[in-house]
């Protein structure tokens, strides 16, 4: 075959022709139809502001987008809102009191349930005892926690006063967590002794205890006790919750703030460079949450029983946990532990128990269930369960079809949710009463997000074409700048094209137009002239039943600049045959997207590194491929998968 020059356009390799209509009663019912998107290409903006008036406005805004100064948008101005008071208050006045906000389960067992009127009463606890210790509307809070209900509480209380949060996942490193705490100058952290992960209390206060030493902004440490394990205490500094909150009053009056006053700041990665700190305010940020939540989750408050199963340190938690359910007055479930713990049917035991109807996670955790095997799942009663929601990466179309079969009971849609810490809420999805979804696709931009593929000069590519996805306009819950340098937040988004935010997602538009997404542009491997996708590699080898999970880099190769090598992990009830397997499985590929795609090597492995929201570490596996020493390991789950990765290496040449 004659060698192409390099392009900038991504190779179109993947072919899937399953389509899944909504089941009829949930399209007779959808809160969303097919009306939507005509009504927001019609006016995007008037779209909006109808959306905004699902929230409670103590003063309404004059503008709903202030636009003139690009790229930094400003949404509903003049209007003034409370966003704990959206979340919890309003329900209470309501009437709801007695609903049920969350059913918690922590991972040893116990439980707790948390009505609309508890969480009022606790977050008016937390927002007296935050003034007490002297935080001000505009004082940064950092949140270390484990996923139990006084973290909600915590931001909830930090919503109410204008104190904008940064919440810090529990796994990270005391490193890490001094970084962010640094970056955006907290004055009080809230953790707790620790929280239980794989049947074990893991300890979080004497990171933070690292973590400060010598910060002088930071006043006061509050502390739940949730593992009763021993902890250091500084006196004058460390204060118990249950001491120091428990005692405060539970009356609060929240106080309306900006539209654009700040809400949150969340910290993306970053895998080499300073960790990006994503700033998100209040309005805009509430109105797309709550509507999304509303719209692919076509949550109905009254009977619906939703799940994220997601960490709160993640974007994912922050929107899907705690602001789009709640400010929906919906009733959801917040598990604290690990999937596999004390057995691999947790989650299905929890959806069983709590009749969940709406489920919503990563695509690294249906894999993880594939390589389990079907037998887990089949042992439990998941006939509550009406639609499946993905996010975080690529979901692989046979993923996506174990899925919607053995969790689904082939009955459920699956929206596969494309989104990111800076869009704040979902962008990219299909509508479950509207879209034939198409496993693997996220389909189409939302109503009101206007989303295309370009090249590499920003032109729209035509259907069938591949290359760098962007949003066109300002929408509602987008950042408004990276804490403390807009210089890199408009060299990092608006930068590479003019006028376009650049998502740094690869993606392709199939042939009706609907969208793919490809991975990360530093993910796309070069071979022999073609950009190629790492997600479509990886989607062809999880397409052979023997596989649950593939990772996919791009080694440097003298003869084709780049070669394909592949690392996969089993299902189950596969055996691993050695050189027969690896064989098949690159014949497999070379099947499925042509010989351009065969991987070079291919190691089975048993595990992949991942970040703790289930990401793939390419990087790392591509340090392993080109025998390299690894690179920062800080943000990994568990670093010891490396170890058994590199065990498997073939002897070094
Ligand atoms: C919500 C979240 C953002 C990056 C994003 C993309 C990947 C997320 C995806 C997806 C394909 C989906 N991503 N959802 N890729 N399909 N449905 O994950 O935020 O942690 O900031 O990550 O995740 O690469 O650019 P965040």
Redesign the pocket.
């Known amino acids: 075959m004659a060698q192409e020059p390099p392009t900038e356009t991504l190779s179109n390799l993947l072919q899937e022709s399953r389509r899944f209509a909504p089941p009829a009663e949930l399209a007779a019912a959808a809160n969303v139809t097919e009306a939507a998107y005509g009504e927001a290409a019609a006016d995007r903006l008037a779209f909006w502001e109808k959306q905004a008036e699902r929230l409670h406005w103590n003063t309404k805004w004059d503008n709903a987008l202030d636009w003139s100064n690009p790229p930094f948008a400003k949404w509903f101005t003049g209007g003034q809102l409370n966003v704990a008071y959206n979340c919890v208050d309003r329900h209470v006045e309501a009437g709801n009191g007695d609903k049920v906000a969350y059913h918690w389960e922590g991972e040893p067992g116990d439980t707790r349930t948390i009505t609309y009127a508890d969480l009022k009463r606790e977050v008016g606890k937390a927002a007296n005892a935050l003034i007490e210790l002297g935080v001000n509307k505009g004082d940064r809070v950092a949140i270390y926690m484990p996923m139990i209900p006084e973290t909600v509480i915590a931001m909830l209380a930090c919503a109410r006063l204008g104190a904008p949060h940064t919440v810090v996942f529990g796994g990270f490193s005391s490193d890490a967590l001094r970084n962010r705490i640094e970056d955006c100058g907290a004055h009080i952290v809230i953790t707790a002794d620790g929280g239980y992960r794989r049947g074990a209390a893991s300890a979080l206060k004497p990171a933070v205890d690292e973590a400060i030493e010598g910060l002088d902004h930071v006043r006061n440490v509050l502390v739940v006790r949730r593992t009763g394990q021993d902890v250091a205490w500084t006196d004058g500094r460390d204060l118990w919750w249950h001491e120091f909150v428990d005692g405060q009053s539970e009356e609060h009056e929240a106080q309306p703030h900006d539209a654009e006053h700040p809400l949150y700041v969340m910290y993306?990665s970053g895998t080499t460079a300073k960790p990006k700190g994503i700033l998100h305010t209040s309005g805009g940020y509430l109105t797309q949450v709550s509507w999304t939540h509303h719209a692919v989750f076509d949550l109905k408050p009254d009977t619906d029983v939703f799940w994220t199963a997601a960490d709160i340190g993640?974007?994912?938690g922050h929107s899907y946990i705690v602001y789009g359910p709640l400010s929906n007055g919906a009733t959801s479930v917040m598990y604290e532990g690990t999937p596999d713990t004390p057995h691999k049917g947790r989650w299905w035991e929890l959806v069983e128990k709590y009749k969940v109807t709406i489920l919503y996670c990563a695509p690294t955790a249906i894999r993880t269930f594939m390589k389990w095997g079907t037998e887990i799942p089949a042992q439990h009663d998941l006939s509550s369960l009406r639609l499946l929601g993905?996010?975080?990466?690529?979901?692989n179309p046979e993923a996506y079809i174990w899925y919607r079969t053995n969790i689904g009971g082939d009955r459920t849609p699956v929206v596969?949710?494309?989104?990111?810490?800076?869009t704040g809420a979902l962008m990219i999805s299909p509508l479950p009463g509207v879209t034939h979804g198409k496993p693997g696709a996220?389909m189409r931009p939302l109503p009101g997000i206007d989303a295309d593929v370009v090249d590499d000069q920003g032109k729209p590519v035509p259907d069938g074409g591949g290359g760098f996805l962007v949003v066109k306009e300002p929408w509602p819950s987008m950042l408004r700048t990276i804490w403390g340098d807009d210089e890199r937040y408009v060299k990092t988004y608006w930068s590479r094209f003019d006028g376009l935010y650049f998502?740094?997602?690869g993606a392709k538009k199939d042939e009706d137009g609907d969208l793919w997404?490809l991975?990360?542009v530093d993910d796309v491997m070069l071979v022999s002239g073609h950009n190629i996708s790492t997600t479509e590699v990886e989607s062809a080898l999880v397409s052979n039943p023997k596989v649950a999970e593939a990772a996919v880099v791009g080694a440097t190769d003298p003869t084709t600049t780049q070669a394909i090598v592949a690392f996969v992990i089993l299902r189950g009830d596969s055996i691993d045959d050695g050189d027969a397997l690896v064989a098949e499985l690159r014949d497999h590929v070379a099947r499925h997207l042509g010989p351009i795609a065969k991987p070079r090597q291919i190691m089975i492995v048993p595990e992949l590194p991942k970040t703790r929201?289930g990401?793939i570490m390419r990087r790392l596996l591509r340090d392993v491929a080109e025998h390299r020493s690894l690179g920062d390991v800080t943000t990994l789950t568990d670093s010891t998968v490396m170890d058994l990765i590199k065990e498997k290496l073939p002897a070094q040449k």
């Open positions: 993306t993640w974007v994912t993905s996010v975080g990466e690529p979901i596969d949710t494309w989104w990111q810490t800076e996220a998502a740094g997602d997404l991975g990360r929201s990401k």
